[in-house]
């Protein structure tokens, strides 16, 4: 896969900076002699996690405000790697801080990006099984909301409005082949 070559960056340069983000113009020369100019979010070496916790019969979702939507949106726990900690304990922390469990036990199902284009993040999509209560203090403005979804509906959440998100999605059908696969979900075909 990919015999293209490369484009040729030739410049890089700040165009706009907030509290979050910066973006960057990037200049580039493809092989053919095309040049043009690309905008993307800076490039950043933190990853983030999103957890997929398993509950008896049942995953855990929350339900949190998503400003871009103006709405509470449901999705699975979530959260920025902090520097120096690895995806698994990254998990651990936030499942803690978000639903108020801990996990005995995880496994790192994929890494995604999201819109690659523009962005250089990963999402470190991570099961996380025999859960425990605990509690860790959080950075969010208000108290969560835990939901906990039957596994054998897995796909009805799709008929959720406020489960739109798209990694939310894909981490939705990597759960569903995991659970297939470890023979805790029948085979729908």
Do not use: C
């Not at 949106?73 to 801080?97: M, S, V």
């Amino acid at each position: 896969m990919g015999s293209l070559k490369k484009p040729e960056i030739l410049n890089i340069k700040e165009v706009a900076r907030s509290r979050l983000f910066t973006i960057q113009q990037v200049d580039l020369e493809f092989s053919n002699g095309e040049r043009r100019a690309y905008e993307r979010m800076k490039p950043s070496s933190r990853e983030a996690v999103m957890i997929l916790a398993l509950e008896g019969d049942s995953v855990l979702l929350i339900e949190e405000y998503a400003v871009g939507l103006e709405s509470y949106e449901l999705g699975f726990p979530k959260g920025l790697i902090d520097p120096g900690e690895t995806p698994p304990e990254a998990a651990q922390r936030e499942l803690k801080e978000e639903a108020g469990f801990g996990a005995r036990s995880t496994e790192l199902l994929a890494s995604l990006t999201m819109a690659p284009s523009y962005f250089s993040s990963r999402m470190n999509i991570i099961v996380a099984q025999d859960l425990y209560p605990e509690k860790l203090e959080g950075d969010e403005p208000e108290p969560l909301i835990v939901h906990r979804w039957p596994l054998n509906n897995l796909t009805g959440l799709l008929e959720k409005p406020q489960f739109s998100e798209a990694r939310n999605i894909s981490a939705l059908f990597l759960l569903r082949e995991w659970l297939i696969k470890h023979n805790k979900l029948p085979d729908p075909s």
